[in-house]
């Protein structure tokens, strides 16, 4: 159990340090910078957590991100922010929805579908604005990724709200339970007659909408539909999910656990940051701290399961 | 050539072996028995270099040893054939046999030529049915087992250890084991052969030793002791040695089959169950047993032939259609298709109903916790706290969950593929009972055994497959004799079938 909670554990303690090296950490400054840097990932880690329980990847989640703020700051310039919001987001579903209809029809792997998709999305997205931003968003637009409601960030509100949807989901729904079950042994969920196919789809349709959504607060952030943003974003989004305890053998992980490791990784660039840390080694130190902590996390398996 | 004494092992706060203790002999094929969690297999890890005791004295030939890792285990003469097949399905028997050991040329490149008549050496020697330049990934289970026993004798081993060889081999897969096992013990070799098949005693042992609870309860040979008395020291309770169980009077027509096919495996398979019966399944590996219970289930397509559900045509494309249609199946390879081990005991509990415990797509955890408290104590199934995987239970235990899931709902046709392959004799009397409760209930029981004296003992009527087709039906209680026969040989009706074709 202990061991369980060491990405918690680890959490706290790098959170303890920082306030210990850097005076300008603990300010409300600082920290709010940290979650609007991260809300972003954090968002698409949810999705990514309900697909990696069951089993699966999605290696196309930086090119919706992409796709979806793009034609939602398109849709934006001539509908207004209500409508481009509503675009952005159903771009992502449908694009997600595109990634779970060819893996379950097509029965290929979903490591190749959406590597697949990764090309075809990002390059869609590339000839549909010419390769050009977008830049005519109504400036009050900013508020989405910049503003603030009682006093923090309302991106950290948004982040609150999914993830406690995305909880919820997991934990009491029928879909999050097919979830684990197809993740954990897809035969045995088929010989149990679980719909694998329809939840499948669905839940690469869930990381498609979370991660439009988290394209549209990209888009608020740099106030401009990039079809190049989000480019790595897949890798983070993955590597949060796994820093939390999720299994990439299908079956494991939590909204919490992907939450902690997203902002791990986000204080541990704040922290480089701060100490005034080499950037190039800020990815090193990252790196690094994957491979701890999935070795960690087998290390406790190997140990309980015999 | 092998003692072991007192020998000790835990796994965290488990005790696995609190006394293990075993003397292995030349020539001698000595048999391990025990429940499932008794503590042989890690005894044999112990012996093999899978594991470090804890404590205890192991010898190996009069001098004290302890090995770090299975190489060094093999370095001494120790191999041992594992349950499942730890070989490269790609390469070839012969690299199989040679791997890690492959005979060089200079510069390091592999002398096939060597490798391949070295391995048909040992292959025609010991007259295994086999090729050297066979792939493995092609061959049976025991094959598989074969390719390993070759590997040992390559290694030079004068001790190999069996860990359970035949639980999912057929009869006269079986015999050809034992063959080898008695060709083994002909050249002065020293074999520990670990079962759960009380019938092979006679079959293949000289000594057996009986481990329960970690410890050693009985070491001695098999001439003074009955198959009974082994019973007792491995439930270390008195035990009906025999499971009778009083038939019913059939009832309605649950499931009729007509005419099932699906080429190459299923040919014309015609049968009926009726409500309060259990249907014994019997025949050789590959007879498409196990085939006719995936396609009954929608998971494999059939060419033609017709299912019919209470009278009623039914068209079964999938699992979740024969899950609709009330049908269940137990499959035969629990960890692969049976259970999600990694995942809490409630959560396998109510996998194929999950409905029952749901309102609007939401689950009812309180309706699941309770069903869960339920089974536990209705089905005596040990479990420990609630969110521990279901893969940390012993066999038995997995298996009535296995069977537990398909309570939950309305399911009235059961296909019970294996039912009690590699689960103790206790959890065996248990799943035993658990078909005569659905029976009384009113299912339909269809049983697919490879073991005849359970089908026996179980069933009500007995099916004979072969090749595909169904050889022969037989009252419930005939004799192994009787089944064999529908079950090898050519009988009338399908030695005119093979002419026809």
């Known amino acids: 159990m202990i061991q369980r909670l060491l990405p918690f554990f680890t959490l706290v303690a790098l959170f303890v340090i920082l306030c210990i090296v850097s005076p300008n950490f603990l300010t409300v400054t600082n920290l709010s910078s940290v979650v609007r840097q991260t809300a972003v990932i954090n968002i698409m880690a949810l999705g990514m957590t309900v697909v990696i329980i069951s089993g699966g990847i999605d290696l196309s989640v930086g090119s919706i991100l992409a796709l979806a703020g793009l034609l939602g700051a398109m849709t934006m310039e001539k509908y207004g922010i209500a409508w481009g919001l509503a675009a952005g987001v159903a771009i992502g579903t449908l694009s997600g929805l595109g990634n779970g209809l060819m893996i379950t029809s097509l029965r290929v792997n979903p490591f190749i579908v959406t590597l697949g998709t990764m090309g075809i999305y990002r390059g869609l997205a590339l000839i549909i604005s010419k390769g050009l931003p977008v830049h005519e968003i109504p400036a009050s637009y900013s508020y989405l990724a910049e503003g603030s409601l009682l006093g923090v960030p309302f991106v950290l509100w948004i982040l609150l709200v999914a993830a406690a949807a995305m909880h919820v989901t997991l934990e009491h729904t029928r879909l999050g339970r097919y979830a684990f079950s197809i993740g954990s042994n897809p035969d045995a969920a088929y010989y149990a007659g679980v719909p694998v196919r329809f939840h499948t789809t669905a839940v690469y349709a869930i990381a498609g909408l979370l991660t439009g959504l988290a394209g549209m607060i990209e888009a608020s952030r740099l106030m401009t539909g990039q079809p190049t943003a989000g480019q790595g974003y897949e890798l983070t989004a993955i590597a949060a999910v796994v820093i939390g305890g999720g299994s990439l053998r299908g079956g494991e992980g939590s909204v919490l656990g992907t939450l902690v490791g997203a902002f791990i990784m986000g204080l541990l660039a704040n922290g480089s940051d701060l100490v005034g840390t080499n950037p190039y080694w800020q990815q090193v130190i990252i790196g690094a701290v994957i491979i701890l902590a999935v070795t960690f996390d087998e290390l406790r398996k190997r140990r309980t399961a015999a | ?501």
């Open chain 2, 1 to 501: 050539m092998v003692q072991l004494k007192g020998i000790q092992k835990r796994f965290g706060g488990v005790v696995a072996l609190r006394d293990g203790s075993l003397e292995v002999r030349r020539g001698e094929v000595h048999l391990l028995m025990g429940e499932n969690g008794a503590g042989k297999s890690t005894l044999m890890k112990i012996v093999a270099g899978m594991l470090e005791p804890d404590g205890g004295e192991f010898l190996w030939q009069g001098r004290s040893v302890r090995f770090r890792n299975p190489a060094e285990a093999a370095a001494h003469g120790i191999a041992m054939v594992h349950q499942e097949s730890l070989l490269a399905p790609h390469l070839s028997v012969a690299e199989n046999i040679f791997l890690g050991h492959e005979p060089r040329r200079p510069l390091g490149w592999v002398n096939r030529r060597e490798m391949l008549e070295h391995a048909a050496r040992i292959i025609e020697e010991h007259r295994f049915p086999l090729q050297a330049e066979w792939r493995v990934e092609r061959l049976s289970p025991a094959g598989k087992q074969m390719v390993e026993i070759c590997r040992a004798i390559r290694q030079g081993s004068s001790l190999l250890i069996f860990d359970e060889p035949t639980s999912s081999l057929s009869e006269a897969e079986t015999q050809e084991v034992f063959r080898i096992v008695r060709a083994l013990r002909e050249r002065n070799m020293g074999v520990i052969y670990i079962t759960h098949r009380l019938e092979e005693l006679r079959a293949i042992g000289d000594r057996v030793t009986v481990l329960r609870d970690g410890q050693t309860v009985h070491s001695g040979p098999l001439g003074e002791i009955s198959a009974d008395q082994i019973i007792r020291h491995m439930v270390g309770r008195e035990l009906n040695a025999i499971y009778t169980r009083a038939a019913l009077p059939p009832g309605e027509e649950v499931l009729a089959v007509r005419g099932l096919t699906r080429k190459p495996v299923l040919d014309d398979v015609t049968f009926s169950l009726r409500a309060g019966e259990i249907v014994g399944m019997a025949g050789l590996i590959g007879a498409g047993r196990t085939e006719l219970c995936r396609a009954l289930f929608g998971i494999d397509a059939i060419d033609r032939g017709e299912i019919r559900i209470r009278g009623r045509a039914v068209g079964i494309g999938s699992p979740q259609d024969a899950v609709r249609e009330g049908l269940a199946l137990i499959p035969e390879d629990r960890q692969r298709a049976g259970l999600a081990t990694g995942l809490p005991v409630p959560y396998n509990l109510t996998m194929a109903d999950l409905k029952a415990v749901c309102r609007g797509g939401f689950l009812k955890h309180a309706a699941e916790s309770r069903i869960t408290a339920e089974f536990s104590e209705r089905l005596r199934i040990r479990m420990g706290p609630a969110r521990q995987p279901a893969g940390r239970l012993s066999g038995g235990n997995q298996q009535k969950v296995a069977i537990a899931k398909w309570l939950l709902g309305q399911a009235r046709v059961f296909l019970f593929d294996e039912p009690t392959r590699g689960i103790d004799v206790g959890a065996k009397m248990e799943v035993f009972q658990m078909m005569d409760e659905l029976a009384r209930r009113g299912a339909a029981i269809l049983m697919v055994s490879s073991e005849m004296a359970e089908l026996i003992q179980v069933a009500d009527r007995i099916l004979v497959m072969r090749q595909g087709r169904i050889s022969g039906e037989l009252p419930g209680r005939t004799t192994p004799e009787a089944i064999m026969r529908y079950a090898a040989f050519e009988t009338g009706a399908s030695a005119a079938g093979e002419a026809a074709r």
